[in-house]
């Protein structure tokens, strides 16, 4: 049996969530309700790296979020999110970035709250990086665990030359701040060879304390609102649905697809959406579920000469050798996820602003028509093969996240609107040339050949943009759904309080106004650590008498 009430109740116990669930309790003056839709995600396809391969798609730990039809784009696209202890933190591919200053410096911040300075300084005290070459600005004693990926081999070494002779900087530390270049990814996974989740870094270690609950299993139906003001959560158990009060604070930290969905289910969001589902309006808020922004995505593939690659690694008895491995050491290829190489790249913004990720791995997959005709050989090539994952990290296109009834189980509809904004593909376009342009370097050239995927005979803008539109996939780092901001053209503040309701917070990246530059898990977990700065100090000042002086 719980308590009815509690000071804090937060919505989510994905990267950010659990970040707060700690920070909030760990003074023990104040009790917290952790409340997750999924379970605990206490399994090895979670915390084994590499078994991401095998967990991805299982319903038991992804939400899969229909995708209206679009032109150009596979029919029943779905968005795939994490749920669980943990989040996406508990089921993404590990790849770890921080972001760079002009992310953060472009948020709204009328005091200072989002500023590189604070944000760096979050950084640093979350993280654990001991890597050899770590930039002196990171975090060596933190709770999160993050490492380098260790694999080498010729094509690799290759491959970082290359990024050097198109003028990229050889990076010991690709998350030094205020760099472009190309070095070995970093991935958030543990010196033990284990995924280290929001779960496993933050909350796990705080399950004992007495002031925190934890409920898994537990669907959050709509935000329970007084006069302009939140005063709890209804919540639906195996036992039914009750209601539980919040003294202080509802923390909505589900993410930017269940955040605008649980604002819209409790009345607040546009009128027009509302109406459609059937749900009375308590406050007109226009931009919730508004402004969806995700980093478009395309993977292109080369045969891979003069270097075995892993295409052969991961099927009969040569993935049960590297299980086997993994489980005696703690290394090998099961322990990490993450392509080998991340490069940062500015095709047309400011050198220490990048608007182009690359991921730079030593494998190929078959194209969704080879498997559909041949689905008994797996997913990847039978021989060798090198790919480069590329990322828009600034589209202007954007979408929206709308409920579509008044019933809680009922997921919303994505508009993703890829490409409402022509200048997006035109920029893709742009980036396929430049991964051409990358995998033909002189120190490449002995070990790329044919390119797969597109093809080398799509030449023209028009035959690349057409294949792009099917090959684009989202990164899976939506924002913006809930972005702060003044009042007539965002939902919460620069402190991430929802306008004009009091007591209800929104803590995820649907705040953020524009995606990072690189992966959102890290700084999802280091916008929840500065969002509890943030709340601890509000509550101070709720505390100290008219007319006293602090």
């Not at 070995?184 to 010196?191: F, L, P, S, W």
């Not at 226009?286 to 402004?291: C, K, L, Q, S, T």
């Not at 189980?409 to 904004?421: G, I, K, M, N």
Request: glycine content about 10%; overall charge neutral; proline content about 7%.
């Amino acid at each position: 049996m719980i308590s009815d009430t509690f000071d804090y109740i937060i919505v989510g116990a994905g990267s950010s969530g659990c970040v707060l669930a700690d920070r909030l309790s760990a003074d023990g003056r104040c009790t917290v309700l952790l409340i997750e839709a999924g379970g605990r995600n206490e399994t090895e396809l979670v915390n084994m790296p590499r078994a991401f391969m095998k967990m991805f798609g299982n319903p038991a730990y992804f939400w899969h979020y229909p995708v209206q039809e679009q032109d150009g784009r596979p029919a029943g696209e779905v968005w795939p999110y994490g749920r669980g202890l943990g989040g996406s933190s508990s089921t993404n591919g590990t790849w770890y970035m921080r972001g760079v200053a002009a992310d953060y410096d472009t948020w709204p911040s009328p005091n200072g709250e989002w500023s590189w300075d604070q944000m760096l300084r979050c950084f640093t005290e979350m993280e654990s990086y001991r890597e050899p070459g770590a930039d002196p600005r990171r975090g060596r004693d933190g709770p999160l665990q993050v490492t380098r990926l260790p694999f080498r081999s010729p094509a690799i070494s290759a491959a970082i030359e290359a990024g050097e002779q198109m003028g990229l900087e050889r990076l010991d530390d690709v998350n030094a701040p205020g760099k472009c270049g190309i070095g070995y990814t970093q991935a958030t996974v543990n010196r033990r060879g284990r995924r280290a989740s929001s779960y496993q870094a933050f909350l796990k270690p705080a399950m004992w304390r007495p002031n925190l609950t934890v409920l898994t299993n537990t669907l959050a139906e709509r935000v329970e609102l007084g006069a302009a003001r939140a005063t709890g959560v209804w919540i639906r158990t195996a036992e039914g649905p009750r209601l539980v009060g919040a003294r202080h604070e509802v923390i909505l930290s589900a993410g930017a697809i269940q955040s605008p969905r649980l604002l819209q289910l409790s009345g607040i969001g546009p009128a027009g959406v509302l109406a459609k589902a059937g749900v009375t309006l308590r406050h007109e808020l226009p931009a919730v579920g508004e402004n969806l922004a995700d980093h478009a995505m395309f993977s292109m593939a080369f045969r891979l000469l003069g270097d075995k690659g892993f295409n052969r690694e991961f099927g009969g008895w040569r993935l049960l050798a590297h299980t086997v491995r993994y489980y005696l050491t703690r290394k090998g290829l099961m322990a990490y996820t993450s392509p080998e190489l991340t490069a940062l790249l500015s095709m047309r913004s400011a050198p220490d602003w990048p608007d182009v990720q690359f991921g730079i791995g030593l494998f190929s997959l078959r194209s969704s028509e080879e498997i559909k005709t041949d689905p008994g050989r797996g997913a990847l090539h039978d021989e060798p093969g090198i790919t480069v994952n590329g990322i828009a990290l600034r589209p202007t296109s954007r979408g929206s996240v709308r409920i579509r009834s008044a019933a809680a189980e009922d997921l919303p509809q994505v508009d993703a609107r890829w490409w409402s904004d022509p200048d997006d593909m035109a920029f893709m376009v742009e980036m396929a040339r430049l991964v051409r342009r990358y995998m033909d370097q002189p120190a490449l050239r002995p070990f790329v050949g044919e390119e797969m995927t597109p093809g080398a005979a799509l030449t023209s803008d028009e035959d690349l943009a057409r294949s792009l539109q099917w090959l684009t996939s989202p990164g899976i780092h939506a924002t913006g759904t809930c972005r702060m901001g003044s009042a007539g053209d965002s939902v919460v503040d620069s402190r991430l309080r929802v306008h004009d309701i009091r007591g209800l917070r929104v803590v995820d990246c649907s705040v953020m106004p524009l995606p990072p530059a690189g992966n959102t898990n890290g700084p999802a977990m280091a916008l929840g650590w500065r969002a509890a700065e943030l709340i601890s100090e509000d509550r101070r000042a709720e505390r100290v008498p008219q007319g006293v002086t602090r």
